[in-house]
């Protein structure tokens, strides 16, 4: 949820990047990234390797234990994340790199604020950065306010503000009073921009009908206007509005389209890029994907030049679990109990006999995670489902792991005790977020391996219909 620049999140996002540093964001429905803290395993972010050949340098000065996030787009529109923590007591200059932007985009920065318990809030701040810049200079204020020391980049939060206030409307007022405001908060930003001194008016231009009609289609998913404005966007700008524009789209248009028509001999090569990297999205959500889910639509991502030039990445983005290896690799899994004792989880479902089990993959330092846990424990469990929580704390937290797990009343717990193959078993789960959860059975047959969160309606009915 989107409220007067801070952002609600309910989900912790793991980075392809890395799993350290601070939690990431896609300002997408249900999409995203955003990365989690405290697990140290290193990634290369696979963009890199053949969809980006130049670099763009980043530095930012940071005062003594300081973390953030800036928030770029890669090629594919997904989230580009460079996490800064500094973990030093003094001020510290922070370099790190992304792919060199073909475009101007939009980035954004990201500080956390963990004043409430049962909600993580991000205030964030939205920045334009001109395409092909070699190098990105930012200072971090003492009151965490980003300056811009380059000229490569300037602050537009103004080209947002109204609409995100505007977006807390949609649901309560009739289409016809709201699609009049939408128009008067275009025009006054396009007032806005003409008063600027600025060499990226088109640019700002552009981002702004990327807002109305992305906020137009929330008030009429099948409204025509937003059909055609997608399908004249010409150089496309990288940002979470577009990608945000895209999903919706693809996923109003689904399961009408006819792809044996979407072909260039209908469509312009544009619009088929940017419903390709719409669907790319949309599938690659984890409800999304299976061999049985959108058949069509598969068959027709994988048949664009785009999908063939870049199939080795996007093959992995769409895979769902393999029920074979998932299965071996869970009967290995090595765990370690509140006693420091290690067993397995085979052996920990022989201790535990129920039909089935809801495995609940969470950390000590994930608020959504604690917050799904306690939900639980004011849930009516069907009596044969079993619930095991297995953490992915790192063992120089395990005090804090006891500790918090005692406090939960979590009656299987254990720690994963995998630390040297965690990217390994990561990888194999591809285990994006957290919370995760997961439906086995007692031979540890994967039942669903994207099971709905404590707080869905429907969590409870659909343990108790496991059969």
Known sequence: MILNGIIILHKCFISMRRLSGLLILTILNNIGCNKVNQLDVSYENE?????????????IKVPGNEMLSLNFRDRLH?????????TTHRDREMMDKIPMLTNDQVMLYIVINNTRRDSIFFEFNYYLIKARSTELLFELDADRTLKIVSKESFKIDNLFE???????KIENSKEEKLTKQLRTIFQKNNRWISGLENDRKKTLEELNKYLFYSHLQKIDSENEDVDAFIQQINGAIPSPTLSELIFEHVKNRIDVID?????????TSNYINLFSHGLLLYLRQQDNKGKNKHKASRLWLKSTAWFRENKSFLEKEL????????KSMMKELTLIDTSLVRTSLAKVIDMNPFDFYLIDFWASWCKPCIEGAKIMTKKDIPP????????????????????LTKELNQEISYLINEDRNLKAFVDSLNLKSLPRYIIVDKSLNLIDESF???????FSPSLTSLE
């Open 384 to 403: 044969n489902v079993g619930i095991i929580s297995l953490s992915l704390d790192r063992p120089n937290k395990i005090k804090k792991w006891k500790n």
């Open 162 to 168: 109204e609409y995100q206030r505007f977006a807390m």
């Open 259 to 267: 792809f044996k028509k979407l072909n260039e001999n209908n469509f």
């Open 47 to 59: 963009n890199t390797n053949h969809l980006e050949l130049d670099s763009t340098i980043v530095k």
């Open 78 to 86: 997904s989230p580009f994340p460079i996490d800064i923590n500094n």
């Open 319 to 326: 895979r769902s679990l393999d029920e074979v290896q998932f």
């Open 452 to 458: 709905l969160a404590p707080h869905d309606p429907e």
